[in-house]
């Protein structure tokens, strides 16, 4: 019962009402009755006590949800009714009826009404009653406070479970940053499900046995075209149902699909952050040790490293009490990096967790077999199905039966179809994709007649229906069908159809794309491709998301969106690349050479480049609806360009070359200078890669334009692009060293960029786009105007460039230094396993020891990593890099001779009998070469800084480009040539007994000679001359000695210079010519740097005439 919360205080009110008025009477009678002055006393102290407790009692009966206290205040047995009782009483004796006259007035002011024992009755009973209403105030504030609590425990666990929920949506949200969707896969796969299809599976022993299992694990195992993946599918989707229906069990369901289709999918990493993000996302509590790996991530700024991932797992699989682990298509992992899969695999099997169970599908390939094998050894509970025989051929029949009720089966006679369902089943081999490929084949002709002929001649084997759609290929399409082939065999991730449609049109030479190929639609491409070759899938989400898989469903060739990057297009199988590759391909004009393939991707990449470079901005100012394929080039060539090998270096160097003067308007035979005079920024951002290498000419092309390649920076840095230049910094440089110490960096460089100030924002992290190693570091002009009106496009919400001078964020990937993987693995490891300190103390100045020990700690934790993958020469690479370069970068010691000889005697010290120091002392060498290559890049950097002021001030002369194009080449050949020839001198100190001392002088004389030619004749092409003006050096002005140089040309172009330019030329191209021929005649590898060596002192000699 709800009471009126008023009568509770009503009563306590009357109560103390009634008090003060008996102590009112009481104070008179005090004074006019002096025999009972000590009861009136004793009575009154008693009464005015009890107004405090009364006063409390009112307090707590004004106060919300106190229902028990009205009850026991209203309560006319309960204290205050006693009371209340009690105090009328007194009232009325005080106030007893006057006695009349004069005289009974004077008697009754003279006379106390109590008498002593009724004083000592009544104050004990206000006493005892006190007693009792003050015990149950006791009792009802403890109460409250007890419900106080209990409300702040609850609101305290609320605030906690809110706090929980956004770590939760902040570690989902790291781990699934960048990862692929799996659900994408598997929607595919449930749209090929047909009802009762798998059933066997669903309902055989040895799946139900596997689930109830601790720890077990299985393989579902099949030839290509069985239908494993959605089988695949099937399994899923039983287990998800299993887990709603056991309510009282804590269980979860994690899966990933790989596919040859997709790059992304066929990483390690993707996978196990798929797999930690579905059980993050469903675990209740979450673990220390997660939430400590995404704090070491820098708050999930950086992506955790494997190892790390398998630790997150086992913490996690313990709150659970199933996990279902399930991956599909193991086998379309890439077959020479397969090892590293199998290990994870075995490393997820040997966590030993009784909640753990583990299904792979593939096919039966022998490594994978032997793998598994292994795993049922070691773990136990290892089991396998065959997706084979009956069980295969029953599916098929239901399949069957399903398709040929549909349309556009449906007007078919039932006799045929029984027939064709007996023909097609008894022939299939086990083979679902073979069935569904003949049956869309009959589906498409017109007549009883027709199909029965063509069931005579149905392919027996998927290889015979592949030769099939080849031979119907028409010959006018067989140029772009190759062309087409090629991407999809071998792109980063599946293109979309305007994509696919815009790359079989790029050429390696110029034009390198000429507009008007471009098809009038572009799916037209769809119907040059064979059917049965492709997939087409519609997306309603972007790749990689995590917050809905869209409704992705698979099409028929026939289907069109108006959204022209909404459909993608990718190999219908791995069957049809495993035949592509192969040489049972019938027309043996389709069959992919993969290297052949891979070097036409990689220069159509290059090439597209330069049409975006010399193509006019665009009049939607958005290039990448303009040029289609521009965001796939920008975000995946450096995974092209890493497929250069030793062999290509030759050619890509020549296409870098090419590519790099077309982008400049300039054409070194002829001598003519062309029209285009896009911006250049001359002195970049120092990249650690070799310089002239193709990496770094795409590196300085992408920052020439004259309009933003704005959308990447919305899909990678998730800001807004408010810089004047955008620059990108090696990924290393970002997470191992402090922001302050990039800042400074940028500082010391700010004036080569042409700019005084700059405004300094760096965006740390991994994002969608850096698939490079790359991080993103934005400059803004420290300029109000441009401030200005950036702020001003930013309100008006537009998605336009906001500057015009803008530079589009392009990945730099770390480059490979002149092939020396197996040199730098060697290297780090031997400085990891030795002791840091004494390097430490020996290579680096004491002032910089801590900076040495960060770089050998991140050089370490490199080394750690990798012994956990099976990539450790790739990591130790980047290790070694990052060593080397850095350092030099950063000019944080000048490791000269001296301290060169006491390196390498500390080594021999800690490896007196070991053969390891002698890779470790070439890599110390090649970092002090590098460091004297530094005084020849000095001076080019001179240059480079004259030159670019002259392209700002001088608008309409145009003799700078000619002399930019020998800036150019002498970079890109010059640092390979004294390389080559560095390695040819200490080959011959090493193999052939030559004097150290002797050779490695006249080297180094080489040198001097070489760069001190580059600048006497680089004066002579600038006509800068240093003693031209009082004061000498030191008066120079570049912008203003340049300015004047060039107004005093000739109109026409210095014939001393083409000369110059054309004898580099020959010079250039004889090396290149002798060098080719050098290696068809040698077939060892060890004697390509001897060979390559010789001919770049050769080349040297003749640069310097000597």
């Known amino acids: 019962m709800i009471m009126d919360p008023l009568s509770g205080v009503a009563s306590v009110v009357a109560v103390v009402q009634l008090a003060q008025l008996i102590c009112g009477v009481l104070k008179e009678y005090f004074h006019k009755v002096r025999e009972a002055r000590a009861d009136i006393d004793r009575m009154f102290t008693t009464i005015k006590s009890l107004e405090r407790i009364l006063a409390q009692a009112e307090k707590i009966a004004k106060r919300p949800h106190t229902n028990d206290v009205e009850i026991f205040l209203v309560d006319l047995s309960g204290p205050i009714g006693q009371l209340k009782g009690e105090l009328d009483r007194i009232r009325r004796r005080l106030e007893a009826p006057s006695l009349k006259g004069r005289l009974g007035g004077l008697v009754q002011s003279l006379r106390w009404p109590f008498r002593n024992k ?83 599976l669903i309902d055989s022993v040895e799946l139900r046995s596997w689930s109830s299992t601790s720890n077990s694990f299985l393989w579902l195992s099949g030839g290509p075209g069985a239908g494993k993946s959605m089988l695949c599918s099937t399994v899923i989707e039983s287990l998800k149902a299993r887990c709603r229906w056991q309510k009282h069990s804590i269980s979860v369901v994690a899966y990933w699909y790989f596919s040859f289709a997709s790059k992304e999918t066929q990483s390690i990493s993707n996978f196990l952050c798929s797999i930690a993000r579905d059980l993050c996302s469903k675990v209740s509590t979450m673990p220390k040790v997660v939430e400590d790996l995404w704090s070491d991530a820098n708050n999930g700024q950086q992506r955790p490293s494997v190892p790390d991932l398998l630790n997150m797992l086992r913490a996690l699989l313990p709150n659970f009490n199933h996990a279902f682990l399930v991956v599909d298509a193991a086998d379309e992992y890439p077959k020479t990096q397969r090892g590293c899969l199998l290990r994870t695999i075995q490393s997820l099997s040997s966590l030993n967790m009784e909640c753990l169970h583990l299904l792979v599908v593939s096919r039966p390939e022998a490594d994978i077999h032997r793998s598994f094998k292994e795993i049922g050894r070691i773990a136990g509970g290892f089991r396998e199905i065959k997706v084979q025989g009956i069980r295969v051929q029953r599916d098929i029949e239901k399949y069957l039966d399903h398709i040929l009720r549909s349309t556009p089966f449906r007007n078919w006679n039932p006799g045929e179809k029984r027939e064709i369902k007996s023909i097609l089943t008894s022939q ?42 080849l031979e119907g290929v028409n010959d006018d399409n067989l140029g772009v069908l190759k062309k087409a082939l090629n991407w999809l065999l071998l792109s980063a991730r599946p293109l979309t159809v305007a994509e696919l449609a815009e790359a079989v049109i790029i050429s390696p030479d110029r034009p390198f794309l000429d507009p008007e190929e471009r098809f009038d639609d572009e799916h037209y491409i769809l119907a040059i491709l064979p059917g049965g070759f492709v997939r087409i899938l519609s997306e309603t989400s972007d790749r990689g998301n995590f917050e809905g898989s869209g409704a992705e469903e698979e099409n028929d060739k026939s289907h069109r969106n108006p959204d022209r990057f909404s459909l993608t297009v990718q190999l219908a199988h791995q069957s049809v690349k495993d035949y592509l590759l192969s040489t049972r391909v019938a027309r ?17 990449c290059m090439a597209y480049f330069v049409y975006v470079a010399q193509a006019p901005p665009p009049p939607t100012q958005d290039p990448f609806h303009e040029f289609a394929l521009l965001r796939y080039v920008s975000t995946y060539w450096p995974y092209h360009m890493a497929g250069v090998k030793r062999h290509d270096e030759v050619l890509v160097q020549y296409l870098a070359v090419n590519i790099f003067q077309n982008s400049l308007g300039v054409s070194l035979e002829q001598g003519v200078i062309g029209d285009n005079k896009g911006y250049f920024l001359a002195n970049e951002l120092r990249f650690p890669c070799s310089r002239g290498s193709p990496c770094e000419q795409c590196a300085r092309l992408s920052l020439r334009r004259q309009w933003a390649l704005r959308p990447c920076l919305d899909d990678c840095i998730g800001s807004q692009l408010d810089s004047r230049h955008h620059f990108l910094v090696p990924d290393y440089l970002m997470s191992h060293f402090a922001k302050a110490n990039v800042e400074q960096f940028v500082a010391r460089n700010a004036s080569s960029w042409g700019t005084k100030y700059f405004l300094i924002r760096m965006d740390w992290g991994y994002r969608k786009f850096l698939t490079a190693e790359v991080v993103a570091l934005t400059l803004r002009s420290d300029s109000e105007m441009g401030y200005q009106y950036c702020q001003t496009v930013l309100q008006e919400g537009s998605r336009l460039a906001l500057l015009r001078k803008q530079s589009p964020p392009l990945g730099i990937p770390l480059a490979a230094m002149d092939d020396m993987q197996y040199i730098y693995s060697q290297y780090i490891q031997d400085i990891v396993q030795s002791d840091l300190a004494e390097y430490v103390s020996v290579a680096y100045p004491e002032q910089e020891t801590d900076f040495a020990e960060r770089l050998l700690g991140v050089i370490s934790s490199y080394y750690d990593a990798s012994r956990q993958m099976d990539n450790e020469s790739e990591l130790l690479r980047r290790a070694l890099e990052m060593h080397v370069t850095s350092v030099i970068l950063e000019r944080k010691f000048i490791l000269d001779t001296d301290s060169l000889y006491q390196v390498q005697d500390h080594l021999h010290q800690q490896y007196p009998e070991q053969s390891a120091p002698i890779y470790a002392q070439r890599q110390i060498k090649l970092a002090f070469f590098l460091l004297q290559q530094q005084r020849i890049i000095k001076v080019l950097k001179d240059w480079g800084n004259m030159m670019w002021a002259i392209n700002s001030s001088i608008s309409k002369d145009k003799e700078w480009a000619l002399a930019f194009s020998v800036f150019v080449t002498l970079i890109l050949v010059i640092d390979k040539i004294i390389g080559a020839a560095y390695y040819f001198c200490e080959g011959r100190i090493k193999y052939h007994g030559y004097q150290v001392g002797l050779e490695r002088a006249e080297f180094q004389k080489l040198v001097r000679l070489t760069q001190r030619e580059l600048f006497d004749r680089c004066k002579e092409i600038f006509h800068w001359k240093f003693k031209t003006r009082k004061g000498g050096k030191a008066a120079c002005n570049p912008i203003r000695d340049g300015a004047e140089a060039f107004q005093s040309m000739s109109k026409s172009v210095d014939l001393n210079v083409i000369r110059f330019v054309k004898d580099l030329q020959n010079i250039v191209g004889d090396f290149e010519q002798d060098v080719r021929s050098y290696r068809s005649s040698r077939q060892d590898m060890d004697s390509e740097y001897t060979d390559a060596g010789r001919l770049a002192l050769i080349f040297l000699n003749d640069f310097l005439g000597r």
């Open 118 to 200: 009724e004083v000592e009755k009544s104050v004990q009973i206000i006493e005892q009653h006190k007693s009792t209403l003050s015990a149950n105030l006791g009792f009802q504030i403890l109460d409250f406070q007890i419900n106080h609590f209990d409300i702040v425990t609850s609101i305290q666990q609320d605030i906690k479970h809110a706090q929980d929920d956004r770590d939760r949506k902040l570690l989902v949200r790291w781990l699934a940053d960048s990862v692929p969707d799996p659900s994408r896969e598997h929607n595919a796969a449930r749209n090929k499900y047909e009802e009762g299809t798998g059933s066997w």
């Open 428 to 469: 299939a081999d086990d083979m679902f994709r073979l069935v569904s490929l003949q049956l869309e084949r009959l589906g498409t002709l017109p007549s009883r007649a027709k199909r029965r002929e063509a069931l005579k001649m149905l392919p027996k084997s998927l290889d015979d229906f592949y030769h099939g759609l």
């Open 588 to 604: 043996q004009e389709f069959r992919v050479d993969r290297i052949s393939a891979c070097n036409m991707l990689k220069e159509a």
